[in-house]
């Protein structure tokens, strides 16, 4: 069992920047990649970026150059820094820890991207 706990989201201008958390406790020995998504009101759940063991990093092109996914091994804690956030980019957004056959998910974080 893993348990992922995400925090840093809030209300952010357009423009602005915000760092989220996700803090994992559990067998996360056997969790092969990490991973921030993000659902928008009335939209499916979309991939945000990808973070593996291995060192593979992938983004999703519309936040490419903008979002920097990064592994705090030591910690336990994944992080997502967001640059020049949009409005249409308002959303819950989810960490997603997978391995083998299983995915576990954190509770979410709003974010919030309103002048």
């Known amino acids: 069992q893993v348990l992922l706990v995400e925090s840093g989201g809030g209300l952010v201008q357009p423009g602005g920047s915000l760092r989220l958390a996700c803090s994992a406790a559990?067998?996360?020995?056997?969790?092969?990649?990490m991973a921030w998504y993000r659902q928008a009101p009335g939209k499916q759940r979309e991939l945000v970026a990808t973070?593996?063991?291995?060192?593979?990093?992938r983004y999703a092109e519309s936040v490419k150059g903008r979002f920097t996914i990064s592994r705090d091994n030591a910690k336990n804690t994944v992080y997502l820094e967001m640059d020049s956030l949009k409005s249409a980019e308002t959303a819950v957004y989810y960490c997603?820890?997978?391995?083998?056959?299983?995915?576990?998910w954190g509770q979410g974080t709003q974010v919030i991207v309103s002048s």
């Open positions: 559990g067998s996360i020995f056997s969790m092969n990649a």
């Open positions: 997603n820890a997978a391995g083998g056959l299983s995915m576990y």
């Open positions: 973070s593996t063991d291995s060192g593979i990093v």
